[in-house]
């Protein structure tokens, strides 16, 4: 009812796989995508590490005070690519969402990180990151610890890092606590994810005053993939199957796998010291907008 | 009873408003012309009041010092956002026209006793000074103006946080500026963030907290996630003294605390002592 002047904030994206569809469903909301982004049995990064490679090495700890669990950091090899891969990490069973805060990092999480990250560097490896979080967790140890600091220094310092990077936003994009591990060469997102400054039910109960208003919130902060492609935020639509990711996972997962050898291969051509400079361009470029 | 009173207090309460402010913190009394002479900040408890960008510029250049730069930089509406009331791009134009400046912080050129710097001020008044897109636009021209010119570059910041009306562009604003900030330190050049109150949200978890220096003045709310939102996740009081600088400085987030009357000569006392400037 709020935004009966803008009726048009749906899915400006091309579908690729669905045109000649025979019977007429309803155009997905906006909401809608919210839904599927959270679906629960929408692929995870644990999904994801199962399918490409089950042996996986994770390495823990940020050196400092923790090893946050809710943060995945280690080598893994993708369609036989070596890579530094670091994601939120969502569990799936109760006792395993408890233990991975729901994918909430801590500062340590965001400090380990970029110590794997930094591993990249050295020794000449690409970088994926999986972003899939409602938000950095808001807790008293995480301040003290300085969660603003931990994000903030991920943003400087992958800014510069000398190491292709691949940012796939695979479910929730959620503000600081998604960009913490977002900045990168190629931005990648899935057709279904979404990405936020902050959440629909956040942003309603502050501008709508009642966080019902969340399907109105999301329609007004334009957070779709065929937005953000739009808003020149992203880069990369990635498919999903009809429906959504959790209707047919293993197509999803094979389907993102491709994508970011795609993308490795083309970055990996370019000298580091260039990809460093397009970084910027790109970032710099963002919210700059002709009079 | 009530007749009575409200017919007394009526006629007292203008002058009272017009002549006196009253502490947030504390609730003193204050004449308002001492107030100003004392930096906007409480004589009883030391509280350290909200400056404007203008007010802030005008207490760290040196007098006619300030050339502002990329002022034609004004806020925009990618989204064409809308809420319940209002739309984004009739509430910033209102803003704008109130407050006199094009965006959330105003940046420039500037002599700090002497030295050649380049300066930002955020405005609270602006929209809570959040981080929209003309605000990182500022951010990232001043950056680079101060690599070009070798100078300093002194951020002082006063935001809720990022900008909801402006989406996911608000939020690619925190890497923005931390990235052309990580270039300028990059080049051996000196960056300080000056921290006053509120820093929070998204401009807290980027280039706020990412100086060569981090100060920040007393008793000034620093954080990344609101109170509120802390209480209802850990489902447990907070104690008073969380998210302000005193206790930032404690867990090792801050360089220094520094109070106003204080802030120009410690600035130019350390930026001497870092780059031998004259």
Known sequence: MATTKKPTAKKPAAKPAAKPAPKKAPAPTTWDTVQIARHPDRPLLIDYLAAWDPQANELHGDRLVADDPAMFAGLVTIGGERVVLVGHRKGRTTEEKIAYRFGMANPDGYRKAMRIMRLAEKFRLPIVTLVDTSGAFPGLDAEARGQAEAIAKNLADMSVLKAPIVVVVTGEGGSGGALGIAVGDRILMLEHAIYSVISPEGCASILWRDGKFAPQAAEALKLTSGWLKKLGIIDEIVPEPKGGAHKDPAKAIETVKQAILKAIRELKKVPVEKLVEQRYAKFAAMGRFAK | ?278
């Open chain 2, 1 to 278: 009873m009530a007749w009575f009173t409200k017919a007394q207090e009526a006629p007292l309460r203008v002058p009272t408003e017009a002549l006196w402010n009253v502490c947030k913190k504390c609730g003193a009394y204050t004449p308002k012309d001492e107030y100003a002479a004392n930096l906007k900040v409480c004589p009883a408890c030391g509280a350290h009041g909200r400056l404007s960008a203008r007010e802030r510029i005008a207490l760290l250049a040196d007098k006619g010092s300030f050339k502002e730069i990329a002022a034609e930089v004004i806020a925009h509406d990618p989204l064409a956002f809308h809420d319940a009331k209002d739309a984004y791009a009739q509430k910033v134009a209102a803003t704008r026209e109130k407050t006199g400046i094009g965006e959330s912080i105003v940046v420039g050129t500037a002599k700090l006793d002497g030295i050649p710097v380049v300066l930002g001020a955020m405005d609270f008044r602006f929209m809570g000074g959040s981080l929209g897109s003309g605000t990182g636009e500022r951010i990232l021209q001043a950056a680079e103006t101060a690599r070009r010119l070798k100078r300093p570059l002194i951020l002082c910041t006063a935001s809720g946080g990022a900008r909801m009306q402006e989406g996911i562009v608000s939020l690619m604003q925190m890497a923005k500026t931390c990235a052309a900030i990580q270039r300028l330190r990059d080049e051996g050049l000196l960056y300080v963030s000056v921290m006053t109150d509120p820093t929070t949200g998204g401009v807290s978890a980027s280039y706020a907290m990412v100086g060569d220096l981090n100060i920040a003045e007393p008793k000034t709310l620093i954080g990344f996630a609101g109170r509120r939102v802390i209480e209802t996740t850990i489902k447990q009081k907070l104690p008073p003294e969380f998210q302000t600088s005193e206790y930032l400085l404690e867990h090792g987030f801050l360089d220094k605390i520094v109070a106003r009357k204080d802030l120009k000569a410690f600035l130019a006392k350390t930026i001497r002592f870092l780059t031998a400037a004259k």
